[in-house]
């Protein structure tokens, strides 16, 4: 417990000091992230064959550096311009050619793969390393250095909220199959807890937040649209535990890795993230900007 301790408090306050400075090093180390989360979804699914890397994981890690790359060539031009002018276009060109990079090395080593190892090496891109860069991403919207705690909030305090919920009160499974000590009372306290973290983050900096015209005649309650947010993201940080939980059980794996000592793999500590940061992307750019 003591190992478990040290290291998710480090992980912590890395990840903090890494969005604190938004940027290039928030950005090279979600690509180290995403390559090593990658890494280990290919070796927790059987994509990974043999000792040395195979032709679908080294197209899988191409196409993450080329998407990072239209990530970093997309910000430089916004702070620019203060248009966003390639991050869609330039993410559909990635992920389209990616799949036909894929399917090619399926064409021409045929039949040392088979479909399905193709079609998962694609899913294991979306899944990782495209849904992490949302940390990114609402990083570098206009408020993001406060935005972007959100994140946070809706998955690690939700979690901690939930295992202490459930210990004193849990009496119902949530998923009794998949993981029969979450239950239905700690699910509820983590939404709660990540509400009240989410009211009093937006209580701290409200004053600091860009307000879009469609909420500005509610600017005074920035502390309930921040606990609403978190609120939301808490629930789908739920699911995303509970996805990579599943897939471990379907290849009958106890962790993805062994990078984070206490913890497991990248995949085993932001497993809620991964899920959390798209959504709270979204509510951000709808609701606050």
């Known amino acids: 417990m003591g190992v478990r301790i040290f290291s998710g408090a480090a992980v912590a306050v890395i990840s903090f000091l890494l969005v604190f400075a938004g940027g290039l090093p928030l950005l090279a180390a979600l690509l180290v992230v995403s390559c090593i989360a990658y890494r280990e979804l290919t070796h927790a699914t059987g994509v990974h064959q043999g000792n040395g890397i195979n032709g679908l994981e080294t197209t899988g890690y191409l196409i993450i550096v080329c998407y990072y790359g239209i990530l970093w060539l997309d910000q430089k031009l916004y702070f620019q311009n203060g248009v966003q002018t390639m991050y869609f276009f330039g993410l559909s060109c990635v992920l389209l050619g990616g799949m036909m990079l894929m399917m090619a090395v399926y064409v021409f080593t045929f039949p040392k ?8 090496a694609f899913f294991e891109l979306l899944y990782a390393p495209v849904m ?17 705690w959100m994140i946070f909030i809706s998955s690690w305090v ?6 202490f919920t459930g210990v004193a009160f849990g009496r119902h499974k949530m998923a009794p199959v998949l993981s029969p000590k979450k239950s239905i009372e700690g699910a509820v306290g983590g939404i709660v807890g990540s509400a009240v973290f989410g009211a ?4 701290l900096f409200q004053g600091k ?4 015209e469609l909420t500005a005649v509610v600017s005074e309650a920035v502390p309930v649209i921040f606990a ?3 609120a939301v993201g808490a629930v789908i940080s739920q699911i995303g ?3 990579a939980s599943a897939i471990k059980r379907n290849h009958e794996i106890k962790d993805y890795g062994k990078c984070i000592p206490g913890h497991g793999g990248i ?9 959390t940061a798209p959504v709270i992307y979204a509510l951000a750019v709808l609701v606050l900007m």
């Open 113 to 120: 793969f088979r479909a399905e190892q193709v079609m998962t």
């Open 132 to 148: 992490l860069s949302c940390i990114y991403l609402t990083r570098s919207l206009p408020g993001g250095l406060y935005v972007v």
């Open 158 to 163: 939700c979690d901690t909220c939930a295992y």
């Open 200 to 203: 009093l983050f937006g209580f």
């Open 209 to 212: 937040v860009q307000i879009s």
């Open 228 to 230: 609403v947010i978190a």
């Open 241 to 243: 535990d509970l996805a």
């Open 267 to 275: 995949m085993d500590r932001f497993d809620s993230v991964i899920f």
